[in-house]
């Protein structure tokens, strides 16, 4: 009877690749995760401040035509100041007590921001970019921002 010498399988060195496979596939989505949610942040910030901004240019635009251009500028370049580009901007402003009439007296403007996140999603985990919506909303009363002429 032949003794056949068995040998032990060496496993030096597995644990190295082992942990780098696993970092990989561990560490790819969880950054992916985080750049996320640094997007939306940043998304978050640009929003509030351009409903701010937007609520101001609409304050100090002599007419609601004119607020309104001034008011959907604004956001767009708060925006963009904040390095939130290309992407679809809805500015709705509403007024208490005079619906229509937002420049006179004691008029409360109320301005509301809508936009949208693209969220940096590969190409090999669907193909569609999805989308986080935004929203911020800035109240401020018309005489505010307004000069006080005569008196």
Not at 4 to 30: C, I, K, Q
Not at 40 to 50: I, N
Not at 77 to 94: F, N
Not at 115 to 130: N, S
């Amino acid at each position: 009877m032949t003794r056949r010498a068995y040998r032990t399988r060496d496993d030096r060195g597995s644990a190295v690749v082992e942990m780098v496979w696993l970092g990989f596939l561990l560490l790819v989505p969880l950054t992916w995760v985080v750049v996320s949610v640094f997007d939306v942040q940043r998304g978050a910030f640009a929003t509030t401040s351009a409903a701010r901004s937007a609520a101001r240019a609409y304050a100090l635009a002599p007419t609601d035509a004119a607020g309104a251009r001034a008011a959907t500028e604004a956001a767009r370049q708060a925006l963009a100041d904040q390095g939130v580009r290309d992407v679809p901007v809805e500015v709705a402003v509403s007024c208490t007590p005079y619906p229509r009439q937002c420049h006179s007296g004691t008029s409360v403007i109320t301005v509301r921001v809508d936009t949208a996140v693209d969220l940096r999603l590969p190409d090999v985990l669907g193909g569609g970019r999805p989308t986080f919506s935004l929203d911020a909303t800035h109240t401020v009363p018309i005489g505010q921002y307004q000069e006080v002429t005569g008196g």
